[in-house]
């Protein structure tokens, strides 16, 4: 059954900015610690960034770093990407994802095992063009 929805992804050139959104179905996301995951063709899954329940913290994966940035609007049942600057290596599907708690910090989302992140979307294709 799906409970996370993402969208936004499309082509876009170098340079360009894009938001990525990801609507949640369950109330109960709204005290969970939320998250972007990224897969290129051929690469392991890498994390992105994730935040907290609150909006009190946040992490971001090495590429996302200064680019990136992760929001979240509880009220609106939707997480946000909001990506700057894109380059060609920012290729690939887009997934929003959850462990489903409130007391997984988000830095400790991005070691854990995509096994171990219990709620995911089916991506969104982020393609850009060099």
């Known amino acids: 059954q799906v409970q996370l929805v993402e969208s936004g992804g499309r082509l876009v050139q170098d340079g360009d900015s894009l938001k990525l959104s990801c609507v949640f179905a369950?109330?109960?996301?709204?005290?969970?610690?939320m998250a972007w995951f990224r897969q290129a063709p051929g690469q392991e899954r890498e994390f992105v960034a994730a935040?907290?329940?609150?909006?009190?913290?946040?992490h971001y994966g090495g590429s996302a770093k200064d680019r990136f940035s992760i929001t979240r609007d509880n009220a609106k049942n939707t997480v946000y990407l909001q990506m700057n600057n894109l380059k060609p290596a920012d290729t690939a599907v887009y997934y929003c994802?959850?462990?489903?708690?409130?007391?997984?910090?988000?830095?400790?989302?991005?070691?854990?095992?995509?096994?171990?992140?219990?709620?995911w979307g089916q991506g969104t294709q982020v393609t850009v063009s060099s």
């Open positions: 935040i907290n329940w609150n909006s009190y913290t946040t």
């Open positions: 994802a959850s462990p489903g708690s409130r007391e997984t910090d988000p830095q400790v989302v991005a070691s854990m095992a995509v096994s171990s992140v219990d709620y």
């Open positions: 369950e109330r109960s996301f709204r005290f969970w610690t």
